[in-house]
């Protein structure tokens, strides 16, 4: 049924797409979500004729969508800002960014950044031997950099001094001071000169859930006293003119500006002071760090951010310039490790609401029986009680449920009512519950304090195909807010305030904390369940670690997963270009040490006793064979 007074404005207020879509994704008049991955106009997708072209394809959900065009260009926006930036503030430096791999190890990502950000000399950054490996293979640009971060061995070490032979620009930045013994003594055995960054550990305090990549506590990074060693012993080597970059990070998902701000007057002044020690830097690496709006509330909380790209380049440019102009020494290039910021839009995990949960309603007849306890009795004149709310008696009518409910959990303890009368008594109090709720919320009553959680208490949880574990382990891990959305009907009114349960079987296993109209639910507000269509949700900005750090929890393993592209000329106006299966079971198993192929033998060999004896009909047997191994064979997620 259409609701005249419901607005496409208002379902744009209710889940603030434009604001965290970052001008990728929003609602059309038709009430679908789209997606717009290209400056174009006519780029603009629905995302659910993408859905439909998956299911034409074979792929089953839960699925990620990766919009590959809006990766290309947020590599090109961060890019232009900077140049742009430099420009303006006639800064002598040029820009070189590169893509911390960690945030997004996919090849097809990884791919798609190294292609887009050619243009731009745009590089990779690696933490680990494996990822070194792909920066090796993948970075073929021969004026763009590769940094090295994390702790290092000496086959990591061996490697990146290859990729110096292959004429590289491989940055070895030393995070622990006893690295550097290593690279010198390599360095001369491979006969190659090293090019080396020195990490600072910076004094100031981070903020957020990353507070601590920074001060006193962080884990990686060189002390005043370290560094300033660091520069004698490559002084008496005679490679000062190996040090070329200086390098901090102050943590992730920054959503304070102020932080950037603190962070260069610090660090800027390190690197004037190591250039006029004859350190002379090509390059001020200014880490990660740069955040998302995942709230759309253009605030400071740890979901958000109160400022923009262009703010965040202007911060840095000016700053340091303004330093080093102070401290009379040349501008540097500006290198920063932006990732999150890179990636989080292209991706979303797009999946399908399998059933309802109404954790207090049922059909239980509570009519009175005779001989019923007076706790009964008392339940039931209280819910007669509720037909006539006012401001002045619901409260009165809460205490009292809640009191009776109390007191007939004692009652079943003592063996004075049985599971019948406790059951009237628990199904007539959650009816009370939901009264209490409606009038609240349709009079606008002023709520107190032991009320609020109420409507959460008795909302019921919409259970969708899909594993919080693996789509979304920043929420269950850190509480990250990642935008849930309907992906059509927004042009109707959404009646259900709902929790979100996946499919595992871990209480864990559930969203609890979504994007409202004032701030953080711990509901979403979707529409009713229709028995003859299919609701389809989507889960957005996964694109960033979401990807990558999924585990498998109960066997579900990884998603399909489909890569899209624009493409004016399509009736469509977009086509996938590429389909990756997601794991099987036998894939997990078999990740997890089983053998599936024995494990089917196994059951055959079961079945064929079975069948011996006389208790299972030969064909029957063999369609038990078959099912099993088609089992084995499937998506791990529900048809």
């Not at 994704?25 to 290209?38: D, K, R, S, Y």
């Not at 299919?534 to 960033?544: M, W």
């Amino acid at each position: 049924m259409s609701d005249k007074n419901w607005t496409i404005e208002k379902a744009e207020q209710t889940y603030r797409v434009k604001n965290w879509g970052d001008g990728y994704f929003g609602i059309n008049e038709a009430g679908n979500l789209t997606v717009q991955p290209t400056s174009k106009k006519k780029s603009e997708v629905e995302i659910k004729k993408v859905v439909e072209e998956m299911k034409s394809q074979g792929v089953k959900l839960p699925a990620v969508i990766r919009f590959h065009d809006i990766l290309r260009s947020q590599v090109k926006n961060i890019n232009r800002i900077f140049r742009d930036t430099i420009h303006e503030a006639d800064y002598d430096g040029k820009y070189y960014g590169v893509y911390p791999i960690k945030v997004n190890q996919m090849r097809e990502v990884v791919e798609e950044i190294i292609d887009a950000g050619a243009p731009y000399d745009f590089g990779l950054e690696a933490g680990s031997k494996s990822e070194l490996l792909a920066a090796l293979v993948h970075n073929e640009n021969p004026n763009s950099l590769t940094v090295l971060n994390g702790y290092k061995d000496e086959d990591y070490l061996r490697l990146a001094l290859i990729g110096r032979k292959l004429n590289r620009k491989i940055i070895i930045v030393i995070e622990k001071f006893s690295e550097l013994k290593n690279i010198l003594r390599l360095s001369k055995e491979m006969n190659v000169t090293p090019l080396i960054g020195l990490r600072g550990k910076m004094s100031l305090q981070g903020r957020g859930k990353w507070a601590n990549s920074c001060g006193d506590k962080a884990k990686f990074g060189l002390t005043t006293a370290e560094i300033l060693n660091a520069v004698k012993v490559m002084e008496e080597n005679n490679l000062m003119s190996s040090i070329v970059l200086f390098h901090y990070h102050i943590g992730s998902q920054i959503s304070d500006i102020r932080t950037f701000k603190d962070a260069i007057n610090e660090a800027g002044r390190i690197y004037a002071k190591l250039y006029k020690m004859g350190c002379h830097l090509e390059y001020f690496d200014a880490g990660g760090g740069l955040g998302i709006d995942y709230d759309g509330s253009r605030s400071n909380n740890d979901s958000s951010r109160n400022y923009n790209v262009k703010e965040y380049a202007q911060d840095i440019v000016y700053g340091l310039k303004q330093i080093c102009e102070l401290e009379g020494v040349p501008h540097p290039n500006i290198v920063t490790e932006s990732g999150r910021a890179i990636t989080a839009h292209h991706s979303c995990v797009i999946t399908n609401v399998i059933d309802r949960i109404d954790r207090h309603k049922n059909n239980f007849d509570t009519s009175v029986t005779e001989g019923e306890h007076i706790l009964v009795e008392n339940m039931r004149t209280l819910e007669q009680e509720s037909n006539k709310f006012t401001k002045e008696n619901f409260q009165t009518i809460f205490n009292e449920s809640v009191q009776i409910k109390e007191e007939g959990l004692n009652a079943f303890k003592l063996g004075v009512i049985g599971l019948d009368e406790r059951a009237k008594i628990e199904t007539i109090h959650w009816r009370i519950m939901e009264k209490i709720v409606s009038y609240v919320e349709s009079t606008k009553t002023f709520v107190p304090e032991e009320l609020k959680n109420l409507s959460v208490d008795i909302a019921p949880q919409y259970l969708c195909n899909f594993s919080v574990f693996q789509s979304a382990a920043d929420h269950w891990a850190i509480d990250q807010i990642l935008p849930l959305v309907p992906i059509s009907r927004l042009n109707e009114r959404p009646t259900t305030q709902c929790g979100i349960a996946d499919i595992t079987c871990d209480s864990d296993g559930k969203i609890d904390c979504f994007i409202g109209p004032d701030g953080h639910n711990e509901t979403v507000l979707l529409h009713d369940i229709k028995e003859d269509e299919e609701y389809l949700v989507g889960l957005f900005l996964t694109g960033a670690y979401q990807d990558v750090m999924g585990d498998n929890h109960n066997l579900f393993g990884r998603v399909n997963e489909v890569h899209v592209f624009s493409d004016a000329e399509d009736p469509q106006g977009f086509y996938i270009e590429e389909i990756i299966k997601g794991n099987s079971a036998a894939q997990v198993l078999s990740t997890m040490q089983y053998n599936p192929e024995y494990m089917a033998q196994s059951l055959k060999k079961l079945i064929n006793k079975e069948i011996t004896r006389g208790n299972i009909a030969p064909r029957v047997g063999v369609n038990l064979v078959d099912f099993y191994e088609d089992c084995l064979a499937n998506y791990t997620y529900l048809n």
